[in-house]
């Protein structure tokens, strides 16, 4: 190996050694019997192929004699074949294609006639090289067929798990080369694997389910079905679903039948692959499978979820018989399929499936929900994406329409109330409504000439109705083509939106929860309604705020003066009001900036528009606002914060050309914004280090970081110790986020002046000092640190004891992130000799923190291990129960006086399914007629 690696060895010198004796020694190595040496000249003769020597001499050839000579022996020394193929799985996928297809065909002939131990190496031997290397089509195909039509004898576990790995791994290698040829495998295979699900042995049977998962994933796509055009589909699932023969069809669960008849009066071909893969996974559904229901439904979940609303028509028999058989399912299998269902077919064609019957029968039926279909609207609201809206208005809008008869006219307290909540249901899943296709007005018209009488008289309803008509405003505002049946649509909804508006206006209650969907409806909707509206309703109210703060009436109408500036801001979020009344929005914010409560919070948001929509000549006028409003109560700060960011981001800091609005921006609001570190709300003190930091990387942008810190450095002048430690603190955040962009010598120099600070003996300030040593542990490497760590450590421990002690639990984190980074005995070095002893003290502690950490990680290792044997020995009670239960049954048949037999017969009602060793067929007993 050590020749291979050194390319100063010529090709001559090479020919002179006798290379094809070294390598038949190498290869009689491979089947030693140590381990080590196994590997070793496997991993050597991997370096000559890898190096290319295969092409200098006739390597090759012997490598093919070697294989050959010990699979023609390996009933002999089954071992010594074993070793081969360990050899084969580290070195095939470098070798020539030819050679690769050459000793292939001996591992599948020795398949054939070996035992299980050495077959199921030379599965995993196969299965390695098709997940490796890309090889001919041809050469797959031939081996997908040799494994579906011998298989083995499945009575032994590692051999099946290697075969089925092999054999799902061939698969997906030729859909990987050639996916039109795997389509006509993957039936064949998925049905071969469905028989081993059915096993006793739970490893086999989930491993086997995760190798359909992985089949379906990976080849179930677009190429697989049919092409279907979109303005074809509503028409196919008419016919589909329409078609009387299909109806039965579906109903009895006869999925092949339906396949065959379609494919038969359409073209009288054979199935296509994705029919056939359809009812192969309608098998899934059989009463084979009742022990293994879980994976089956995982299974069909996974192919649903790889489908989309292209292949709807194909699905719909395997659709219907899985909803059909809802009653014996596990609930949360059926879920897990259904909701794939919901977000991937036409739903028009779920709802055709499954009609909602809630007024077709009466609520004392035991079996209500069942016979309704009414367990299908939690899982729409819950699963279903935006659908079309013309759906809800011909499904789901009647249904509702009758639900509220009854609840006016129903003949008990009881059956109203259940009446009342499958109304509040129905409504829930309208916001899901609220994508358009074609005829808009006609299908949204009848819900508009509704919507005030829903929003005066549901209460409840209300809210969902809301959330509802804001999508389909979102949705009319952002539609991509601007056709004529919207700018229409548009032009009639104004007017709705103009009397929806006037409406909720007088519904909004601000300290009343649940308010937020009217507010955002209203800012859509000011969006389509007419312009004049908004502009006569903005200045008649704004005006009227600013008449009252003339008058010192405010506060006696704080409740409508809220309400009124909640509903303005809606508006102006969404519109150019603000702008095109500019003369009047500046004075009805500074109106409310003087205000000390929640009105001035919003006053910073109406701000928030103006500046975001402003045009930046105006700038200077609205930061000269900002710094004249210097009385700014707790709740508001968050909010002027976030004003300060718009204002800087309109500025354009990051160009050296605006250098000195830049300095004159951050002069006005730095040491505001230093101050606010200290602030106990977490919102405020985030946007203190967001703006920090953002105006950081704008100073980087134009090469001005340093003259920025500066700035900050400043407030170490501060006249009081608040502004000294939140200046230390916010030194700290920029340095932490920005330390590769400052010299290292300049961050040294910091530290020293920060630690000038600490003989003010400030409470206070030597916290923050504490603080800010955690970033520059980061901003530094481990040499500098080391070369001044006694000059940082000892202004740290000047301080008295009892001072210090105030501060005893960040000294010993502080100590705790130097012993990590530089070492117990550096760190015990740069300490004073009085306090040496507590680098041993925290050394000690950690120790007990880790063995703790360890006795609590195998206790609760333990208790797993404890709740698994439970479970296990559960689950072996109720497989007993079964047992017994069978054996009753059995029993029970045994005793019968044999009239059953006289009155039954059996019938024949299926061909098998498919020409393989593993086969099925299905008969029942039918009662004879008289």
Known sequence: EMCIRDRNKTLDEWKQKDTEAIFGELLELVIDERSKVRKQSTKTIGHFLQNGIEQLWNIMTLI???VRQYFEDAELNPQQAIYVLFFLSGTLKQMPFEVISNITTQIAKLIQHQKNELSTHCYLTLEALFSARPLNSELVEFFLKEFLHNQPGFDEEKLILAYVQCLVQTLLHLNS????????????VISLCSELMLLENQKISLTTTKQIELILHYTVNSSLWSNVAADDLDALFERALNTEDAVQLLGEGQLTTLGEMNLEEESGSAPSPFKRLIATLGYFLSSRFQKCQKQALSVLASFFEQIDERCSLEVAPLINSLIRSKPNRPKDGFELCFSKLLQKVNIEMILKMVP???LEYELENDDYEDLTNQWIIPYMNKYMRNCNFRLFVEYILPIINGVEQRMSFGSSDVKKKTYEILFIQLWEIFPKFCRFSTHISKHLQPLLDMAEEYINKHEVVRKFFCKGLENIASYIITYPKATVEISLLKKNFAE??????????????PNKPGQKNIVTLIQKLAMLANKDYIQRNFVKHTTNIIKEKEQGTIKKNFASVKRNTDILLAISEGTGIVIQKYELTIPFIRALLTEHNILQKKAYKMLMIVIQKVHQSFLEELRTLLIEQTDVNSQSKHTRLCVIMALIKKCQLDSADHLETTIGVLNDFLPEIIVNFKETNKKTRKA????LNYIAEQMVACGQLTQYIYLIVAGFAGSTSLMKSCAIVALGKVLEKHHKSIDKSFIMELMNVVLMLVKEKNREVYQAILSFFKSFLKAVSKETLHENLKQILLPLFEWDEDSRNNHKAKLKHLIEKLIRKLGKDKVEQGLPQDHKKLVKYVVKQERMAKKKRAELKAEREQMMEEQQEVRNQRARKRELEQDSDQERDEEDIMRDDGRGAQELSLIHISEPTR????????????KKKE
Do not use: D, G
């Open 177 to 188: 080369l050639n996916p039109k040829l795997a389509h006509n495998y993957i039936s064949p």
């Open 356 to 358: 909602i019957k809630v």
């Open 496 to 509: 709705f939106a103009e009397k929806i508006i006037k409406r909720l206006v007088m519904l909004y209650l």
């Open 64 to 66: 093919q004699r070697f």
């Open 688 to 691: 203190c280090i967001e703006l």
């Open 915 to 926: 020409l393989l060793s593993i086969s099925y067929a299905v008969f029942c007993l039918k």
